[in-house]
C-alpha cells in the first residue's frame, strides 16, 4: 500500500456510497437524488483524471487487503485498468445525466439509481482490479447489480429478460469460476501481470492449459457475446434506454471483452498463447461472431434489436484484436474498447430519444426523424458512419490498424471479415440514415411529446451530442496526445517489449 | 479471567437465564440481551486465550477422564461457539418484537415459553461445543433435541404439531442408536474420553458397529440425504425465529459431533471408500434438495430444502479432507461454509417471517410486488441468497472456493461438477423468488407494519454472509488450533 492507494479506493466508493446513499431517499426527493447522482458521476471523473497522470508518469497504484487464505483482494492500476476505467467514467457521467431525464416521472427511481451506481462500481472494480480472484468477484457483482436494471419496469417481458439473463451470465460465471479455481490449483496466486504469468507451466500443462483457456473464453465470452453465447444479448433489450446504452457500451459486454484481453495479455501472455495454439480458434469465433452478428442485424426492424446484433458484431472486433499476435492488431483491437463504446452509447442514446419523443421503436417509423430532431439525428448520423469505418472517424480508426495488424500476422482472411462486415454495416446503417433525413416525416408520430425549446428534453439531447463529439474527435485527433490511440500503443509497447 | 472461566460463563449464563425466564416470563427479553451481551464477550476472550495458547482444557471441580467432566476448546469449537454466539444475539435481538408484533394473546403466550426454550438451546449447544467425550456429547444432544422439539410445537398449528412428533420421533431414536455405539465403545476401549480414544487407535468390527450406529444416528439428526425428511416439514412451521435457530444452529451439532468421531477419534477407521459414501451421500443431498427447492409452492419450504441441499456440501468435507494434499483446505472450506449458511440461512429464515408478517402468507406466487412494500427485506433474502449461491466476496464463495481448490488438486473432480451443478440451482431457486418480488402490480396491498429492528436483524446477518468471505484468512488460522488434518491452505505456487 502506498499514498496512492486512496485515489483507487475513492474510484470505487465514489459510485458505491451514491449507491448506498441514494437506497435510502425517499421517492419525491428527485433533485436531491439527481445532485447526489452528478456528485458522485464528478468525484469518480476527477479522480480517474488523477490517475490517468499519475499512471502516465509511471507512478504505481496499488492497494491490497487480506481477502482468501493467501490470496490478497488487490487493486492496482495499469495502462489497460486506465483505459477501461476512463472510458467508464465518463461514458458514466453522461449516462447519469441521460437516465435522470429519460426516468422522469416513473416511479422506483430510488432503487434505479442506487443499482445504476452498484454497477458502475462493479465496472469499475473489473478495470481496477489487480489479481483474478479480485477481477472475478467484480465481474460476479457485475451480473447482480445489472439484474434489477433489466427488470426495472416489472412487466412479465422485462422478467423474462431478466431470467435469460441471469442464466447465461450465471452459467457462464460459473465456467468462469471454475477456469479461476483450475488456474490457481494449477499455479497458485494469479496476479495480472504483462507478458503473462504461466510461461513456466506452458512446456509441461500444456493440455490442461489449453482446456482451462477454452474454459476461460465461455465464461468470458457470454457476457462478451460470443456467437453462439450471445443469446441474452439481444433479449436483454427491453430494459430502460440508458441501461441498454451502459450495458452495450460500458458495462456488461465490455467486461466480457475486457477480460478476453486481461487473460490473453495479463494472464496468459500473447506470445504465450499463441505457442500453446489458442488465439487461432479465438480469432476465428471472432470472426464468424462479426459476421453472424451484422447478417442479423440487417434484418431487424426494430431500432434497438438492430443495435443489440450490431454490438455482438462489434464488440468482436476487439476480441479478434487480441486474438491476432502482433502490436498493431493489439492496437487495433484495444483502442475499439473505447471506441465501440463512444460510438454505440450515441446510437442507444439517440434510439432512447426517438422513443420518448416520438414513440418511435422501429426502423420503419423512422422515416423524416431528422426534420423533426435534427441534433439528434445529427449525432445519430456520425456515431452509425463511424461504425461503418468512414474516415476521419473513430470506427476508421480501429479498423486501419485491425486490418493491418491482420495483414502484419500473415491472417488475411481478417481482411475479408473486416470488408464483409464494413459492408453490412453500411448496409444495415444507411437506409436508416436515407430514412431519417430524405424521407418526409410522418402526419402523425406514433406518441408524440413536446419539450419546450429544444427537439426534447435537453437532459436526453446534451449527452448524445457529447459522445458523437468524442466520436469525431477520436478520428480526427487519433494521433494527437489525448486520445485513446496513443494510450493504446503505450499498452502494445508495454506487451511487446523486448 | 481464565479459559476455565470463559467456559463456564458460556454453559452457566443461558442456563442460569433459561432458569429465570422461566420464573419470571416479564423478564424474557432482557434476560436474552444479557445473556446475549455476556456470551459475546467470554467467546471473544475464549478466542483470544486459543489463539495465544493453544487448545484450552478444563477437568470439572479436578477431576480427570475417565470419571470427571473434561471441557475442552480448540480452534473448531471456537468456530462454533462464535457461529451459536451470532446467530443467538440475532434472534434475541429480532425477538424482542416478533411476538409483540403479532399483536395477539395467544403469540404473548408463546412468547412466554420462547424465551426459556431458546437460552436452553444457547447452554445445550454451548456445552455440545465444549465437550471433550462422546458420554457428555450424548446429554448435550439429548438437551439440544428436547429443545428444538419443544420450540418447534411453540407454534401450535396443527401442521407444527405434526412435524414436531415425527421430528422427536426421529431425534429419539437417533439418540438411542448414538447411546448404543457409545456403550459399545465404552465397551471395547474402556473410556469415552476423545483425546484417549484418539491415543488408543483402535479399530476392529465391535468398534466399527459402534461407528455405524453413532453415525447412523447422526446423519439422522443432521437431516443427511436420505434420513432428510423430517426436516422441510419442521423448518417451515416453526415460527420464523425457530425456523433460523432450527437451520442454523440445531442440525449442525451432531454434524460436529461426526467430525470429532471420525476425524478425531476413530481416524484410522476413515478409509477411503467411507469418505466417499459420505461425499456422495451429500451431493445427493445437494442435488436432491435445489431441485426441490425449486418446486416448492411456500416460501420457508423452499428455504428448508435449500436447507437439506446446504447441508450436503458440508459432507464433501469427508471425502476432501481425508486426503493428504489440500487436505486442510477442505477442511477450513468445509467449515467456513457452515458459518456461511448460519448467517445466510437466519438471514432468509427472518425475511421469511417478516414477509409472512407483512403479506399474511408466503405463497411464492403470490408475493409479486413484495418489493415495493419490503425493500430491506428483500435485499436481505438476495443479499443472504449471493451467499448461498457462493458469488464473491461472500463468506459461501470462500467456503466453497476452498473446497473446489481441494478437490481440483486431488484430482476428485466429481465433487467440482456437484458443487457448481449445486451452485446454479441455488441460483435458480433464489431468482425465482426474487422474479416475483421484482414484479410490477398495479395495487400493492398494504402490508402489515414491520418493525425495523425486524427487518434490521434480517439485513445484518446478510450483509455479514456476504463480508465475512474476507474474514477467511482468520477462520484458516483459528481452525489451525488443534485441527486433526494438516496441509498448506494455498496450492500451486510454482508462480512467483
Same mark, same amino acid.
Given at each position: 500500500m502506498n499514498l496512492h492507494s486512496p485515489i483507487l479506493l475513492g474510484i470505487l466508493l465514489s459510485s458505491f456510497v451514491t449507491g448506498l446513499v441514494i437506497f435510502f431517499l425517499k421517492e419525491e426527493s428527485h433533485r436531491l437524488r439527481t445532485w447526489l447522482n452528478l456528485l458522485g458521476a464528478g468525484v469518480k471523473l476527477v479522480l480517474v483524471a488523477v490517475l490517468l497522470s499519475g499512471v502516465y508518469r509511471g507512478e504505481p497504484y496499488t492497494f491490497a487487503i487480506e481477502f482468501l487464505p493467501g490470496i490478497p483482494f488487490a487493486l492496482?492500476?495499469?495502462?489497460?485498468?486506465?483505459?477501461?476505467?476512463?472510458?467508464?467514467?465518463?461514458?458514466?457521467?453522461?449516462?447519469?445525466?441521460?437516465a435522470v431525464g429519460y426516468l422522469e416521472h416513473t416511479p422506483h427511481r430510488s432503487r434505479f439509481f442506487g443499482f445504476f451506481s452498484f454497477c458502475v462500481t462493479a465496472t469499475t472494480g473489473i478495470a481496477l482490479s489487480a489479481n483474478l480472484v479480485t477481477f472475478l468477484t467484480f465481474y460476479e457483482l457485475l451480473t447482480v447489480t445489472t439484474y434489477p436494471l433489466i427488470v426495472h419496469r416489472g412487466t412479465r417481458e422485462a422478467l423474462r429478460g431478466g431470467k435469460i439473463y441471469l442464466t447465461y451470465t450465471l452459467i457462464g460465471g460459473a465456467v468462469l469460476l471454475l477456469a479461476v479455481v483450475w488456474l490457481h490449483a494449477l499455479a497458485g496466486p494469479v496476479v495480472f501481470k504483462e507478458r503473462g504469468v504461466i510461461q513456466a507451466l506452458a512446456g509441461t500443462r500444456r493440455g490442461e492449459l489449453q482446456v482451462i483457456f477454452l474454459l476461460f473464453m465461455i465464461g468470458l465470452g457470454v457476457k462478451a457475446a460470443l456467437v453462439p453465447l450471445h443469446g441474452w444479448l439481444p433479449k436483454a433489450m427491453v430494459a430502460p434506454a440508458p441501461v441498454s446504452a451502459l450495458l452495450h457500451a460500458v458495462a456488461v459486454v465490455k467486461a466480457g471483452a475486457f477480460g478476453i484481453v486481461r487473460i490473453v495479455y495479463d494472464v496468459y501472455g500473447a506470445q504465450t498463447a499463441a505457442a500453446l495454439g489458442v488465439l487461432h480458434p479465438l480469432a476465428v469465433a471472432a470472426g464468424v461472431t462479426i459476421v453472424y452478428g451484422s447478417v442479423r442485424a440487417l434484418f431487424q426492424d426494430?431500432?434497438?434489436?438492430?443495435?443489440?446484433?450490431?454490438?455482438?458484431?462489434?464488440?468482436?472486433?476487439?476480441?479478434?484484436?487480441?486474438?491476432?499476435?502482433?502490436?498493431?492488431?493489439?492496437?487495433?483491437?484495444?483502442?475499439?474498447?473505447?471506441?465501440? +463504446?463512444?460510438?454505440k452509447i450515441t446510437l442507444f442514446f439517440c434510439a432512447?430519444?426517438?422513443?420518448?419523443?416520438?414513440?418511435?421503436?422501429?426502423?420503419?417509423?423512422?422515416?423524416?426523424?431528422?426534420?423533426?430532431?435534427?441534433?439528434?439525428?445529427?449525432?445519430?448520423?456520425?456515431?452509425?458512419?463511424?461504425?461503418?469505418?468512414?474516415?476521419?472517424?473513430?470506427?476508421?480508426?480501429?479498423?486501419w490498424y485491425l486490418q493491418k495488424g491482420a495483414i502484419q500476422a500473415g491472417e488475411e482472411w481478417v481482411a475479408l471479415v473486416l470488408g464483409a462486415s464494413s459492408l453490412l454495416n453500411a448496409a444495415y446503417f444507411l437506409p436508416i440514415l436515407y430514412r431519417a433525413w430524405f424521407n418526409p416525416p410522418p402526419e402523425h408520430w406514433p406518441a408524440e411529446h413536446r419539450f419546450g425549446t429544444w427537439e426534447t428534453n435537453w437532459m436526453l439531447l446534451l449527452p448524445p451530442l457529447v459522445t458523437a463529439v468524442l466520436?469525431?474527435?477520436?478520428g480526427v485527433f487519433a494521433e494527437s496526445s489525448f486520445s485513446p490511440l496513443v494510450w493504446v500503443k503505450l499498452v502494445a509497447a508495454r506487451e511487446y517489449a523486448p | 479471567m481464565t479459559s476455565a472461566w470463559a467456559m463456564a460463563w458460556l454453559i452457566l449464563t443461558p442456563l442460569v437465564a433459561a432458569a429465570l425466564a422461566f420464573a419470571f416470563p416479564?423478564?424474557?427479553?432482557?434476560?436474552?440481551? +444479557?445473556?446475549?451481551?455476556?456470551? +459475546?464477550?467470554?467467546?471473544?476472550?475464549?478466542?483470544?486465550?486459543v489463539f495465544a495458547n493453544g487448545v484450552q482444557t478444563h477437568l470439572v471441580s479436578g477431576w480427570g477422564a475417565p470419571l470427571g467432566i473434561e471441557l475442552r476448546a480448540d480452534g473448531l469449537s471456537v468456530l462454533m461457539l462464535i457461529v451459536t454466539a451470532l446467530i443467538g444475539v440475532a434472534i434475541a435481538l429480532y425477538s424482542q418484537r416478533y411476538f409483540v408484533s403479532e399483536h395477539d394473546d395467544e403469540a404473548l403466550h408463546r412468547e412466554r415459553y420462547f424465551w426459556p426454550l431458546f437460552l436452553f438451546l444457547w447452554t445445550a449447544l454451548d456445552a455440545l461445543y465444549l465437550s471433550a467425550d462422546i458420554f457428555n456429547l450424548y446429554v448435550t444432544l439429548e438437551m439440544l433435541g428436547f429443545a428444538a422439539v419443544t420450540l418447534l410445537a411453540l407454534a401450535g398449528t396443527r401442521a407444527a404439531l405434526t412435524a414436531a412428533l415425527r421430528y422427536l420421533f426421529v431425534s429419539l431414536s437417533a439418540s438411542l442408536f448414538y447411546l448404543l455405539g457409545v456403550g459399545l465403545v465404552y465397551g471395547q476401549c474402556g473410556t469415552v474420553d476423545l483425546p484417549s480414544l484418539a491415543a488408543q487407535a483402535r479399530s476392529g468390527p465391535a468398534l466399527w458397529v459402534a461407528l455405524a450406529l453413532m453415525t447412523g444416528g447422526l446423519i439422522a439428526k443432521a437431516a443427511l440425504f436420505p434420513l432428510h425428511g423430517w426436516l422441510p416439514p419442521a423448518h417451515a412451521n416453526a415460527p420464523a425465529p425457530v425456523s433460523a435457530l432450527l437451520s442454523a444452529l440445531v442440525v449442525k451439532g451432531p454434524f460436529y459431533i461426526l467430525l470429532r468421531l471420525w476425524f478425531e477419534a476413530f481416524p484410522a477407521l476413515m478409509t477411503p471408500a467411507v469418505a466417499q459414501v459420505f461425499g456422495a451421500l451429500g451431493a445427493a443431498a445437494i442435488l436432491w434438495g435445489s431441485v426441490n427447492a425449486l418446486f416448492q409452492p411456500r416460501l420457508k419450504l423452499l428455504i428448508a430444502y435449500s436447507t437439506v441441499a446446504q447441508l450436503g456440501y458440508l459432507f464433501l468435507l469427508f471425502p476432501l479432507a481425508a486426503s493428504r494434499e489440500g487436505g486442510f483446505m477442505a477442511w477450513s472450506g468445509g467449515l467456513m461454509l457452515l458459518g456461511a449458511h448460519a448467517c445466510a440461512k437466519t438471514a432468509m429464515f427472518l425475511t421469511a417471517g417478516n414477509i409472512l408478517h407483512a403479506a399474511g402468507h408466503d405463497r411464492i406466487k403470490d408475493l409479486? +410486488?413484495?418489493?415495493?412494500?419490503?425493500?430491506?427485506?428483500?435485499?436481505?433474502?438476495?443479499?443472504?441468497?449471493?451467499?448461498?449461491?457462493?458469488?464473491?466476496?461472500?463468506?459461501?464463495?470462500?467456503?466453497k472456493w476452498l473446497l473446489l481448490n481441494a478437490a481440483l488438486a486431488q484430482g476428485q473432480w466429481w465433487w467440482v461438477a456437484v458443487m457448481i451443478l449445486g451452485s446454479l440451482l441455488a441460483a435458480a431457486y433464489i431468482v425465482r423468488m426474487l422474479a416475483h418480488a421484482f414484479t410490477r402490480v398495479n395495487e400493492p396491498k398494504t402490508p402489515n407494519p414491520i418493525p425495523p429492528v425486524m427487518e434490521g436483524t434480517a439485513l445484518a446477518l446478510a450483509l455479514l454472509a456476504v463480508v465475512l468471505g474476507f474474514a477467511s484468512p482468520w477462520a484458516a488460522e483459528l481452525l489451525r488450533v488443534g485441527a486433526p488434518v494438516v496441509g498448506p491452505i494455498v496450492m500451486g505456487g510454482s508462480v512467483p
Amino acid at each position: 500500500m502506498n499514498l496512492h492507494s486512496p485515489i483507487l479506493l475513492g474510484i470505487l466508493l465514489s459510485s458505491f456510497v451514491t449507491g448506498l446513499v441514494i437506497f435510502f431517499l425517499k421517492e419525491e426527493s428527485h433533485r436531491l437524488r439527481t445532485w447526489l447522482n452528478l456528485l458522485g458521476a464528478g468525484v469518480k471523473l476527477v479522480l480517474v483524471a488523477v490517475l490517468l497522470s499519475g499512471v502516465y508518469r509511471g507512478e504505481p497504484y496499488t492497494f491490497a487487503i487480506e481477502f482468501l487464505p493467501g490470496i490478497p483482494f488487490a487493486l492496482g492500476a495499469d495502462a489497460n485498468s486506465v483505459l477501461f476505467v476512463t472510458l467508464s467514467s465518463v461514458l458514466w457521467f453522461c449516462t447519469t445525466l441521460y437516465a435522470v431525464g429519460y426516468l422522469e416521472h416513473t416511479p422506483h427511481r430510488s432503487r434505479f439509481f442506487g443499482f445504476f451506481s452498484f454497477c458502475v462500481t462493479a465496472t469499475t472494480g473489473i478495470a481496477l482490479s489487480a489479481n483474478l480472484v479480485t477481477f472475478l468477484t467484480f465481474y460476479e457483482l457485475l451480473t447482480v447489480t445489472t439484474y434489477p436494471l433489466i427488470v426495472h419496469r416489472g412487466t412479465r417481458e422485462a422478467l423474462r429478460g431478466g431470467k435469460i439473463y441471469l442464466t447465461y451470465t450465471l452459467i457462464g460465471g460459473a465456467v468462469l469460476l471454475l477456469a479461476v479455481v483450475w488456474l490457481h490449483a494449477l499455479a497458485g496466486p494469479v496476479v495480472f501481470k504483462e507478458r503473462g504469468v504461466i510461461q513456466a507451466l506452458a512446456g509441461t500443462r500444456r493440455g490442461e492449459l489449453q482446456v482451462i483457456f477454452l474454459l476461460f473464453m465461455i465464461g468470458l465470452g457470454v457476457k462478451a457475446a460470443l456467437v453462439p453465447l450471445h443469446g441474452w444479448l439481444p433479449k436483454a433489450m427491453v430494459a430502460p434506454a440508458p441501461v441498454s446504452a451502459l450495458l452495450h457500451a460500458v458495462a456488461v459486454v465490455k467486461a466480457g471483452a475486457f477480460g478476453i484481453v486481461r487473460i490473453v495479455y495479463d494472464v496468459y501472455g500473447a506470445q504465450t498463447a499463441a505457442a500453446l495454439g489458442v488465439l487461432h480458434p479465438l480469432a476465428v469465433a471472432a470472426g464468424v461472431t462479426i459476421v453472424y452478428g451484422s447478417v442479423r442485424a440487417l434484418f431487424q426492424d426494430e431500432l434497438k434489436k438492430r443495435l443489440a446484433y450490431s454490438t455482438v458484431s462489434q464488440v468482436s472486433y476487439i476480441v479478434l484484436g487480441t486474438a491476432i499476435l502482433g502490436p498493431v492488431s493489439t492496437i487495433g483491437g484495444l483502442v475499439h474498447l473505447v471506441h465501440q +463504446g463512444i460510438m454505440k452509447i450515441t446510437l442507444f442514446f439517440c434510439a432512447g430519444n426517438y422513443a420518448e419523443t416520438l414513440g418511435t421503436h422501429r426502423v420503419s417509423e423512422m422515416n423524416g426523424v431528422g426534420r423533426r430532431m435534427p441534433l439528434t439525428t445529427a449525432a445519430f448520423t456520425v456515431a452509425a458512419l463511424g461504425m461503418i469505418g468512414v474516415p476521419p472517424l473513430a470506427g476508421y480508426v480501429s479498423k486501419w490498424y485491425l486490418q493491418k495488424g491482420a495483414i502484419q500476422a500473415g491472417e488475411e482472411w481478417v481482411a475479408l471479415v473486416l470488408g464483409a462486415s464494413s459492408l453490412l454495416n453500411a448496409a444495415y446503417f444507411l437506409p436508416i440514415l436515407y430514412r431519417a433525413w430524405f424521407n418526409p416525416p410522418p402526419e402523425h408520430w406514433p406518441a408524440e411529446h413536446r419539450f419546450g425549446t429544444w427537439e426534447t428534453n435537453w437532459m436526453l439531447l446534451l449527452p448524445p451530442l457529447v459522445t458523437a463529439v468524442l466520436v469525431i474527435w477520436a478520428g480526427v485527433f487519433a494521433e494527437s496526445s489525448f486520445s485513446p490511440l496513443v494510450w493504446v500503443k503505450l499498452v502494445a509497447a508495454r506487451e511487446y517489449a523486448p | 479471567m481464565t479459559s476455565a472461566w470463559a467456559m463456564a460463563w458460556l454453559i452457566l449464563t443461558p442456563l442460569v437465564a433459561a432458569a429465570l425466564a422461566f420464573a419470571f416470563p416479564r423478564l424474557g427479553r432482557s434476560l436474552a440481551l +444479557g445473556t446475549a451481551g455476556v456470551i +459475546g464477550l467470554a467467546v471473544a476472550h475464549l478466542m483470544r486465550l486459543v489463539f495465544a495458547n493453544g487448545v484450552q482444557t478444563h477437568l470439572v471441580s479436578g477431576w480427570g477422564a475417565p470419571l470427571g467432566i473434561e471441557l475442552r476448546a480448540d480452534g473448531l469449537s471456537v468456530l462454533m461457539l462464535i457461529v451459536t454466539a451470532l446467530i443467538g444475539v440475532a434472534i434475541a435481538l429480532y425477538s424482542q418484537r416478533y411476538f409483540v408484533s403479532e399483536h395477539d394473546d395467544e403469540a404473548l403466550h408463546r412468547e412466554r415459553y420462547f424465551w426459556p426454550l431458546f437460552l436452553f438451546l444457547w447452554t445445550a449447544l454451548d456445552a455440545l461445543y465444549l465437550s471433550a467425550d462422546i458420554f457428555n456429547l450424548y446429554v448435550t444432544l439429548e438437551m439440544l433435541g428436547f429443545a428444538a422439539v419443544t420450540l418447534l410445537a411453540l407454534a401450535g398449528t396443527r401442521a407444527a404439531l405434526t412435524a414436531a412428533l415425527r421430528y422427536l420421533f426421529v431425534s429419539l431414536s437417533a439418540s438411542l442408536f448414538y447411546l448404543l455405539g457409545v456403550g459399545l465403545v465404552y465397551g471395547q476401549c474402556g473410556t469415552v474420553d476423545l483425546p484417549s480414544l484418539a491415543a488408543q487407535a483402535r479399530s476392529g468390527p465391535a468398534l466399527w458397529v459402534a461407528l455405524a450406529l453413532m453415525t447412523g444416528g447422526l446423519i439422522a439428526k443432521a437431516a443427511l440425504f436420505p434420513l432428510h425428511g423430517w426436516l422441510p416439514p419442521a423448518h417451515a412451521n416453526a415460527p420464523a425465529p425457530v425456523s433460523a435457530l432450527l437451520s442454523a444452529l440445531v442440525v449442525k451439532g451432531p454434524f460436529y459431533i461426526l467430525l470429532r468421531l471420525w476425524f478425531e477419534a476413530f481416524p484410522a477407521l476413515m478409509t477411503p471408500a467411507v469418505a466417499q459414501v459420505f461425499g456422495a451421500l451429500g451431493a445427493a443431498a445437494i442435488l436432491w434438495g435445489s431441485v426441490n427447492a425449486l418446486f416448492q409452492p411456500r416460501l420457508k419450504l423452499l428455504i428448508a430444502y435449500s436447507t437439506v441441499a446446504q447441508l450436503g456440501y458440508l459432507f464433501l468435507l469427508f471425502p476432501l479432507a481425508a486426503s493428504r494434499e489440500g487436505g486442510f483446505m477442505a477442511w477450513s472450506g468445509g467449515l467456513m461454509l457452515l458459518g456461511a449458511h448460519a448467517c445466510a440461512k437466519t438471514a432468509m429464515f427472518l425475511t421469511a417471517g417478516n414477509i409472512l408478517h407483512a403479506a399474511g402468507h408466503d405463497r411464492i406466487k403470490d408475493l409479486d +410486488g413484495i418489493t415495493h412494500v419490503l425493500p430491506v427485506s428483500v435485499f436481505a433474502f438476495g443479499l443472504a441468497g449471493m451467499s448461498l449461491i457462493g458469488l464473491p466476496p461472500s463468506s459461501g464463495f470462500a467456503g466453497k472456493w476452498l473446497l473446489l481448490n481441494a478437490a481440483l488438486a486431488q484430482g476428485q473432480w466429481w465433487w467440482v461438477a456437484v458443487m457448481i451443478l449445486g451452485s446454479l440451482l441455488a441460483a435458480a431457486y433464489i431468482v425465482r423468488m426474487l422474479a416475483h418480488a421484482f414484479t410490477r402490480v398495479n395495487e400493492p396491498k398494504t402490508p402489515n407494519p414491520i418493525p425495523p429492528v425486524m427487518e434490521g436483524t434480517a439485513l445484518a446477518l446478510a450483509l455479514l454472509a456476504v463480508v465475512l468471505g474476507f474474514a477467511s484468512p482468520w477462520a484458516a488460522e483459528l481452525l489451525r488450533v488443534g485441527a486433526p488434518v494438516v496441509g498448506p491452505i494455498v496450492m500451486g505456487g510454482s508462480v512467483p
